[in-house]
Nanobody, 125 residues
Framework: QVQLVESGGGLVQAGNSLRLSCAAS????????MAWFRQAPGKEREFVAG????????YYTDSVKGRFTISRDNAKNTVLLQMNSLKPEDTAVYYC??????????????????WGQGTQVTVSS
């Protein structure tokens, strides 16, 4: 059974940092793209960042470029999202997701077939 388990969310003040972690289990993710999405109240789920399992290619949405960094530890089947210079508009539930798309990083949620339960990130002004 495939499981994606997020951790690391919390409440921080604007300008501070958080690091989210996603632990993947239940299968081999060597041909999967791993990504982070987020969903704020009343808004659609949006793509934040993605990384290919092989090669480590990355892709970010424009609003987080230069502030967020996605990385992975293949040996531990873990994906990290380092979030710096957080803003109140980053407040959302953050979800880890996996897609069997090799090195092609999609920003469409429908391309991802495994999802975590989400972790809340709240940034106060």
């Amino acid at each position: 059974q495939v499981q994606l388990v997020e951790s690391g969310g919390g409440l921080v003040q604007a300008g501070n940092s958080l690091r989210l972690s996603c632990a993947a289990s239940g299968r081999t993710f060597s041909n999967y793209v791993m990504a982070w999405f987020r969903q704020a109240p009343g808004k659609e789920r949006e793509f934040v960042a993605g990384i290919s399992w092989i090669g480590g290619n990355t892709y970010y949405t424009d609003s987080v470029k230069g502030r967020f960094t996605i990385s992975r530890d293949n040996a531990k089947n873990t994906v990290l999202l380092q979030m710096n210079s957080l803003k109140p508009e980053d407040t959302a539930v953050y979800y880890c997701a996996a897609a069997p798309s090799g090195s092609l990083i999609s920003s469409r949620s429908r391309d991802y077939n495994y999802w975590g339960q989400g972790t809340q990130v709240t940034v106060s002004s």
